[in-house]
């Protein structure tokens, strides 16, 4: 049985090799992050949304960037990791769920980290990663960390936490990944459509923060830290007002929380750059009716 066990971890191990950049994949349970930086979006504007005045990035990191064709790409090799996800990846048509599938696919084969190319690093990444959690052997197996993402929470017709995932921190093969890739692929061959009576933002609940959740309902806390929020402000730091889109990243424990004070949030969202902000692409699609493939335009 131990031999079957190992064949199959070595097969996975080289499967993933040929999806992950050198240096990601790294063994199960090393308490690694692999130092790799993954993000996308239709242009790399040399890396300029991911860094603020006072943030900085561990030099020995490396970025990677990846259009929409990357995407398809990266998810043909990937489904040779994990069965059923390019197809799901087909069947998706806004480009946002799509990459919400994406990222979650090449973290759990790879490891490393996912930023949306909208947000900038405002502080030292590796005093944020402290501030997560992040102890390397302190818990068993591999680890997940990222926010909770308040707006998504509090939109739910239950008590539930949603994860923010335009940040995700991962070791390889975290199962809180796995479970939310089945439950998206799974969901998307059904050509599933959440309900109001699930939330009164469903169309987060498919692919994004709510769909991590409903996947991991029950024992998600073993593979996953979050240790911040994703804020929702009424005005961004140049006085423009958008509740729903302008976002700071803060601690639990930091002060700005319930207060005004912004000055030392970790990360901050430039609203000019998110796409619902300038054309709500994907809820326009998801009211619809319009977010699978086959759907009738």
Not at 16 to 40: D, L, M, N, Q, W
Request: charged share 25%; aromatic share 12%.
């Amino acid at each position: 049985m131990l031999l079957i066990f190992l064949v199959v971890a070595a097969a996975l191990v080289a499967l993933a090799r040929g999806a992950c950049p050198e240096g990601g994949e790294t063994r199960y349970g090393s308490h690694v992050i692999p130092k790799h930086v993954y993000y996308t979006g239709k242009t790399d504007d040399n890396l300029r949304n991911l860094t603020g005045e006072r943030g900085s990035w561990p030099t020995e990191y490396q970025f990677h960037f990846f259009d929409n064709d990357d995407l398809d790409s990266s998810m043909r090799e990937l489904d040779a990791v994990i069965p059923g996800v390019y197809e799901a990846f087909g069947l998706l048509r806004p480009w946002a769920f799509k990459a919400d599938l994406w990222r979650y696919c090449v973290l759990y084969a790879c490891g490393g980290v996912y930023v949306d190319s909208k947000l900038s690093l405002n502080e030292p990444f590796d005093e944020f990663l402290w501030k997560l959690g992040f102890r390397p052997g302190i818990r068993d197996g591999p680890q997940l960390f990222s926010c909770r993402d308040d707006l998504a929470s509090e939109s739910a017709r239950g008590r539930l936490d949603c994860v923010w995932q335009g940040l995700l921190i991962s070791e390889p093969k975290n199962p809180t990944l796995l479970k939310a890739i089945q439950f998206v692929v799974a969901k998307v061959r059904d050509r599933w459509y959440p309900t109001p009576d699930l939330s009164f933002m469903p169309w987060l609940f498919l692919t994004g923060p709510g769909a991590i959740a409903l996947a991991n309902q029950r024992d998600w806390r073993d593979h996953l830290t979050l240790g911040c929020r994703m804020m929702y402000t009424k005005k961004d730091a140049r006085g423009l007002q958008d509740p729903h889109l302008v976002g700071d990243w803060h601690p639990l424990n930091h002060s700005s929380v319930f207060n005004d004070d912004l000055a030392r949030a970790s990360f901050v969202a430039d609203p000019n750059l998110h796409e619902s902000q300038r054309t709500n692409n994907y809820g326009r699609l998801f009211k619809s009716h319009l977010v699978y493939a086959d759907d009738v335009l």
